[in-house]
DNA sequence: GTCTATAGCTGGATAGAC
DNA sequence: GTCTATCCAGCTATAGAC
């Protein structure tokens, strides 16, 4: 899409995040590149929007960005491993304390809880509604795969989610426990991304900022589906 | 993110889809260039697909495109308005059948399928997986609301959906079917959507392109979710 | 380290020959 | 009606002055 650069060289000098130090002069400019990049990604996609346009929103000269980030795309996967973690760690959280649970109906709650919950309270807190929406663009954005970053980030997770469910619910034959985690992902995928439909349609009846009635009202259909659903094995041959 | 067009005029005379008569010649270019057009903005979105590459991949030089479609969106809303009244459709006959049922148990499931099937009926056929691809993402792009795509073709039937929803199911909130509504259609977006994470993470146990098992996993799931969610109505006031 | 200026492209759209 | 040649805005990335 642009000229064309087969290998994404390196950042001439790679000044890593603020080796240690009360903080480098261009370390703030850093966060604002980044503040302004999260939003700006989350709102126009990263072909919608222009390494310019985050440079004049973190009110920082052009060239900084790519000093810092060494392309458009580097800065992207910044964005992106910046807040991964924090999500990683609350879902893990989450299963370790599903694990502790004995009765089994309420262990599967809190196994949906720790995938629900993370991301519905990322959306909500007013501390990043946009990295929400960048997750969720990147899992339907087949240009994902050329990036990897899902994979890289939260595959891990994911296989630890469907092995917690494979404990709770035993008589499962694995494939039906694979469409539930893809369920319950594409709910949570499709609330978090959303614009404003969901709002429009319900006449404002639903509200996704308001994390408790979402969480609430999600987690309880979820764990209908997975507790109450069942489909009968199939024959090997039609 | 080109020459500013703000108001964007119509092409010189608006050659509109083949009038009558057996077909003029330009008939078969035009259908050419959606055919690719459908097939590149599934696979790298709006943005990420040139107008150049779409006469390319259609064969038709550069100028038609503009010339029968008038400007890259004009194209775009017409790739998007050429198959939409056929999920409708199949969404409406659904809700149809639906209706003729007495038994709520088995009224419900029909409801289900008739928002979930058509959709998956379209990413399995071979004819057209592209259109589920752009559907999908149209739903998680901000820039929809620019385009008001979504809004102007699938708001309606979506209200229908959500009507047949409060018949069998009487005693929940509007609430709680609303939620029931945006679960079902998360769910239903990013399997159509999926980009291959699905398989990949089920170690290929679990494949949207084979309709039957993945209709028959989905529709159990969702039947039961909303079937068997309640979630208790809230005090107005914290 | 920081930033201005610009190189080297691709983009959507169209004028004007046929 | 059809298509070639072209316009020029905007893109990413960088060279080179400070």
Known sequence: M??????????????????ARSEKAGAAAQRRILAAAEKLFADRGFDGTSVRQI???????????NYHFGSKEGLYRE?????????????????ALADMETDPDRKLELIIKALVVPNLHMR?????PAYARILAREVSDPKSNERGVMAEFFDPVAQRIIEALRT???DRTLEELHWGYQVMLGSMVYIMADIGRIERLSGGLCRPEDEKATSEHVVALLHAALKYARTPPRPKAG
Chains 1, 2 share one sequence.
Do not use: H, W, Y
């Open 2 to 19: 642009n000229a064309s650069n087969p290998a994404p060289r390196a950042p001439r000098s790679a000044p890593r995040a603020a080796t």
């Open 55 to 65: 440079a004049m929103a973190a009110k920082v000269p052009l060239a900084l960005v």
């Open 79 to 95: 964005v992106f491993a910046l807040r991964a973690p924090m999500i990683i760690d609350q879902r893990m959280a989450g299963l």
């Open 124 to 128: 909500a807190a007013e501390k990043s």
């Open 168 to 170: 709770v619910l035993p």
